[in-house]
């Protein structure tokens, strides 16, 4: 049973570009989360779907970013017309159930610079 | 506000010693605390999860303590190793919500 599989792990982007992260749930969780890293900082929430529906994006910035988990297919992160300020480490993590309940399992992350 | 501090935000210890990382909190109403380690480049790996009725658990040589009434919780790591160096970061589950809280971390470094 793979992990929680994020990808690229490394991805680099000039400003005003399209970024494209990718997250593939372990096997039968059906929750998925996306949090923000930046350099010597905590991990900030973002955003959590369950298959084909965003329950709670009060995380995510209201522009350029958008996230989807479709019925088939990996969970994807957008930030549109990037910016130098997007630079971080981005982490999946995908539970069973509800995150507050169960434990979570967290990718190793994509990290994007934005030159 | 909800919030989760550490301290100290690094440490250095020698191979073999025993170290404590403290984590206080003001997340309200609280469901359950965690504590994970986060190898440099790497995503944060569980190490224990306490709910309110939990005072202490253990994973191999990592035992964390919770006390549900001050708010503060340690994780205690005893015979420290050189792979123990990553950063422990400590995590509060807020009820009814689905939202876990991060604190910034404590880096732990051990030398030989």
């Known amino acids: 049973n793979a992990g929680v599989m994020q990808n690229p792990r490394h991805l680099v982007r000039r400003r005003g570009q399209e970024a494209r992260l990718r997250c593939s749930p372990m096997?039968?969780?059906?929750?998925v989360y996306w949090y923000r890293q930046l350099p010597e900082e905590g991990l900030k929430f973002m955003v959590y779907?369950?298959?084909?529906?965003?329950?709670?994006e009060s995380g995510m910035p209201k522009e350029r970013f958008s996230a989807e988990f479709p019925k088939e297919g990996p969970s994807i992160l957008r930030i549109q017309q990037v910016v130098r300020g997007d630079s971080a480490a981005y982490f999946c993590?995908?539970?069973?159930?509800?995150?507050?309940?169960?434990?979570?399992?967290f990718g190793q992350g994509t990290r994007l610079t934005v030159v | 506000k909800n919030q989760v501090e550490q301290s100290p935000q690094s440490l250095i210890i020698l191979e073999g010693k025993n170290c404590t990382l403290q984590?206080?909190?003001?997340?309200?109403?609280?469901?359950?605390l965690r504590w994970y380690k986060q190898d440099t480049g790497r995503g944060p790996v569980s190490l224990t999860i306490?709910?309110?009725?939990?005072n202490t658990k253990s994973n191999g040589r990592y035992t964390a303590t919770l006390d549900a009434d001050t708010k503060q919780s340690s994780l205690h790591i005893t015979a420290s190793q050189l792979s123990d160096s990553a950063s422990y970061i400590c995590?509060?589950?807020?009820?009814?919500?689905?939202?876990?809280?991060f604190g910034t971390g404590t880096r732990l470094q051990v030398f030989p």
């Open positions: 779907l369950q298959k084909e529906n965003i329950i709670d």
């Open positions: 984590c206080n909190y003001t997340v309200s109403p609280f469901s359950n």
């Open positions: 096997k039968g969780h059906s929750h």
């Open positions: 306490m709910t309110f009725s939990e």
């Open positions: 993590a995908s539970s069973p159930q509800t995150v507050s309940n169960t434990e979570a399992f």
């Open positions: 995590v509060v589950s807020r009820g009814n919500t689905d939202k876990l809280i």
